[in-house]
């Protein structure tokens, strides 16, 4: 028998294998900041000249974010956030279903914040599949702005709005950008940490991009 | 009398230990261009010959202090010169000198200058000094002028690159700290994008009557949609939840 | 929407041949290298083998009403993994990429797998002309189960339209007096444009009709 005609691997073998290897990208390195809308189009033109993928013109995004929730049957853990993305400029992709873990803040010396993260391309029935999971909507958003790429780091510019149930435009959160660096990579590439912080040097003093740990602002105010 | 040959000892030594320091570091510079020429970086490799000149340094300094008067006293008299291979020196010198020879010797005894570098040197002092003291104003001059125009566009380049900090430091700020984390909670745990609700509340998303802005129940539109054989009326609903909602194919 | 091709997936169940009985006490491994035999008979070559299998997880019992996730990968679409989810009536489904077998790990809380239904249907793929041959043996927990045979025929996309060519097929190569019935998903599906999940579905069916039947035929 030739080696074409082995029997092919299991999908679970296969998945095993690359866990094994540590392929997997399943880490997000994530630095966050903003910029006053008066100031985004400086940002923009910085941006423009630093990054890859500016050759054919910005590349721009237009998504709506739905987050859910899986509550722990046991109550003891959190319940596990799922998110669904949805390109609203390109209605024929498929769906972006992301799960997302705690994140780790670490001390001083890590320059990111590291969390677990899962980016699943989807396609079908994908919110009334995770309603019938048991999935709860929690919130929604839509986002749109810009995206940028420089080497394996992704820096996204973007207005995040309210949906709004009438038809009247949506209303943004803020009078500023959300600005996000981030790159996904397999467990222990720590390195690229170092890459994102002297990226993000360069975006100084027009945007400041830090570790912000969201869960400890939430309970402040 | 034993006194001055103790100093004179420490001096060779100090001397013999700056020569020393010397000598490796040509030796590190000299592996370097040979062995790593190909790979060298020559920004770092520039590194050595400030190493060197700083040995050179201490090796000057050690010479024209008073420590050292004696030294000037001393003198070196050549007894026997030959080109007889002498083993001893050989070794003295690591294999570089084989023999006191007479074409190396004005070299290693050599307290002036060469005679072609002293001409040299001669002629330039020369030069200088029929110079008219106008001629040598106007060319001091002429070059303060070119060096202050380089300075000014260096530093006319550095103003643009680190204008906007400046502007910023002084001027309006570019961003708010209270923005970004206004933003990253709302995205984060959806602060602010709930209608009329605590973030993390249990149960209100599915509740009927809150939140004014927007109901929940249409989120669920396309749950309907998705049946295969809707009848027809459950199909003008999803028209309508259609246009609010994008997650429908 | 991607579109797939026409495919029916037949059961072939021991003794069910008039003209080559099997005898009971033969092996499902008698079974496929008999039929092996017709199909090279008829011109067709082997390209190598296919896989498809599915494992089920279950709700915790605390989240109400138990629900059920089927998660298949089928050789033929190696990069996607395809899930079902059974809910009462109701079969919602996502196609998703490699990954989504890690958020079932993530979700082992709330689904756990049951390991002893994992079933999968293994074996030969030919082609011949413009069909597709994989006669493949189901082994539920490494005990066989039984074969199943599915033919696709390429040039289609609609399964009304090729219908009765399939079954033709089928017969041709089962014997005459093999019923060949169309799933129950198929069935509503007759008039529709094919895709991958269409099959999914298909063996689905067939799957969870073994798991119904356990420990009778062992052979």
């Known amino acids: ?221 | 009398m034993q006194r001055e040959e103790k100093q004179l000892e420490a001096t060779l030594h100090a001397i013999l230990n700056r020569v020393n320091d010397l000598k490796t570091a040509i030796q590190a510079l000299i592996s370097k261009l040979e062995n790593e020429y190909e790979t060298i970086n020559w920004p770092t490799f520039l590194d050595n010959y400030a190493i060197l000149s700083g040995h050179l340094t201490g090796l000057s300094k050690i010479l024209q202090s008073e420590v050292a008067p004696s030294l000037r006293s001393v003198v070196v008299l050549p007894l026997q010169l030959g080109c007889e291979r002498d083993e001893a020196l050989a070794r003295l010198t690591e294999g570089r000198v084989p023999a006191c020879t007479h074409d190396l010797v004005p070299d290693l005894l050599r307290t002036k200058p060469e005679p072609q570098a002293e001409q040299r040197l001669q002629q330039f002092n020369h030069k200088a000094s029929t110079l008219s003291h106008d001629t040598a104003q106007k060319q001091v001059a002429q070059f303060t002028k070119v060096i202050s125009h380089v300075w000014e566009i260096i530093s006319k380049g550095r103003e643009d690159w680190e204008g906007e900090s400046m502007r910023s430091a002084g001027m309006q700020p570019t961003h708010s700290i209270a923005d970004t984390h206004a933003l990253v909670t709302a995205v984060g745990t959806g602060k602010g994008l709930r209608p009329g609700m605590p973030s993390m509340g249990p149960s209100g998303v599915g509740a009927p009557g809150l939140g004014p802005s927007r109901g929940p129940a249409p989120q669920l539109g396309p749950a309907a949609a998705a049946m295969p054989k809707a009848p027809s009326a459950i199909k003008t609903n999803i028209k309508a939840a259609n246009q609010i909602h994008p997650y429908q194919r | 929407m991607k579109r797939g091709k026409a495919t029916i997936i037949c059961e072939v169940k021991n003794g069910s041949y008039s003209q080559y009985p099997v005898p009971e006490n033969k092996t499902g491994t008698y079974v496929i290298e008999l039929l092996t035999k017709r199909i090279l008979a008829l011109g067709a070559s082997q390209q190598g083998q296919f896989l498809v299998d599915c494992e089920s997880y279950l709700s915790h019992p605390q989240m109400g009403t138990t629900k059920t996730v089927h998660i298949l990968h089928n050789s033929e679409q190696p990069a996607s993994v395809f899930s079902i989810l059974e809910s009462g009536t109701k079969n919602i489904h996502v196609i998703a990429d490699g990954l989504f077998d890690l958020l079932m790990m993530k979700l082992s809380q709330h689904y756990t797998s049951k390991k002893q239904t994992k079933i999968e249907s293994k074996g030969p793929r030919f082609e011949l002309g413009d069909f597709c041959v994989k006669l493949g043996s189901v082994t539920m927990n490494q005990n066989f189960k039984g074969i199943l045979v599915e033919v696709e025929y390429r040039p289609c996309v609609m399964a009304n339209a090729v219908w009765g060519l399939l079954r033709e097929f089928l017969q041709g190569l089962l014997g005459p007096t093999v019923p060949v019935q169309p799933t129950q998903h198929l069935m509503s599906r007759m008039n529709e444009i094919y895709t991958p999940i269409d099959t999914i579905y298909q063996y689905l069916e067939h799957f969870s009709a073994y798991r119904k039947v356990t420990g009778m035929r062992n052979n």
């Open chain 1, 1 to 221: 028998m030739s080696a074409a005609n082995l029997a092919p691997i299991t999908a679970t073998d296969s998945l095993s294998q690359a866990l094994k290897a540590n392929i997997i990208p399943n880490q997000e390195y994530l630095l966050q900041g903003s910029v006053l809308d008066s100031a985004v189009e400086v940002l923009l033109h910085r941006l423009r000249g630093l990054c890859d993928n500016v050759d054919a013109g910005t590349e721009t995004f237009d998504d709506q974010e739905v987050c859910f929730s899986l509550r722990d049957p046991n109550q003891q853990a959190a319940p596990l956030m799922l998110r669904v993305r949805k390109a609203l400029d390109a209605r024929d992709m498929p769906f972006q279903l992301r799960y997302i873990g705690q994140p780790d803040l670490g001390d001083k010396s890590r320059p990111t914040v590291v969390r677990s993260s899962l980016d699943i391309a989807c396609s079908g029935m994908l919110i009334e599949f995770l309603n019938e999971l048991g999935c709860r909507i929690e919130f929604e958003y839509s986002v749109k702005g810009y995206m940028f790429r420089k080497g394996r780091m992704k820096i996204t510019v973007s207005k995040v709005f309210k949906i709004s149930q009438s038809s009247m435009s949506p209303e943004p959160i803020s009078q500023s950008y959300l600005v996000e660096l981030s790159v996904l990579a397999p467990q222990g590439q720590d390195a690229i940490g170092e890459d994102m912080r002297a990226f993000a040097d360069q975006l100084r003093p027009l945007v400041q991009l830090d570790k912000i740990d969201y869960k400890r602002l939430g309970h402040m105010s």
